[in-house]
């Protein structure tokens, strides 16, 4: 059984390398897939020194084109059994990883997704909390499922569940599509609670209220209209 973590990335030259060594330390069979929005701020000339792992591939887009799209980037390069994505800041600890994989490799869940929402209120701003509570319960209304973080990081499933699945959104409103065509494709998703530490956006946080307006028009979009 061998993870592909795909992790896009834009300007975080700050963490970059932490992030990569927590994910290199995880105990499991891996490879790595970076996605660089062709970022400015010395990221790249750090992924360059990384290369040199033989777990860590690294995708340079020519110009910044969204996490989305660098999410399809990724998976499309992947070529292991399983896919996790992970962002490049250290809000989320790879160490869960085991935890996360195993409700799959032992049949019990074809999805699993890591809750931020299962173990209390993480310390988000307002906005963030309700942008993700809104967003959350127009896909258990509209989609009939009972799921508390469907904007999450963590969404693990095999890379051969989404072989038909097409996503068209390239910036923050992917998680939301997959989330749902996972879902209209009858695959049971089972959440699993995880730590998150939210970093700010002064610590590089890129994701803003637009993409949640993004994600919102898309889960309505999937329900009625495709
Ligand atoms: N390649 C690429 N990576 C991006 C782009 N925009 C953001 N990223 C990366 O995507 C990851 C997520 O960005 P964040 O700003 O942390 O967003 P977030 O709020 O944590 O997003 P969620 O995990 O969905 O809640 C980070 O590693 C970013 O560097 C982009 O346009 N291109
Ligand atoms: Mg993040």
New binding site residues.
Partial sequence: MKLSVI??????RR?IEQ?LSMVRAVPIEKEIIV?????TDG?REILKQQEKFEDTKVIY?HC????G??QK?GIKAATGDIII?????L??DPTQYPELLKPIMEGKAQVVFGSRFLQGKPQMTFL?YWG?RVINIMVNLLYGVHLTDV???YQVFPRQAIQNITIQS???AF?VELTVKLIKKGLTILEIPIRYK??SRKE????YWG?GFASLYTLVKYRFFK
Avoid at 64 to 67: L, N, T, V
Wanted: aromatic residues 8%; hydrophobic residues 20%.
């Fill in positions: 992790m896009p990335v834009y300007n975080e963490t992030i996605v660089d929005g062709d970022s990221t887009e910044r084109k969204g996490r799209y660098a980037e994505f992970q962002d490049a800041d809000e989320l963030q993700n904007e999450t990081c390239n910036r923050f998680t939210p970093r590089g946080k890129k994701l993409d």
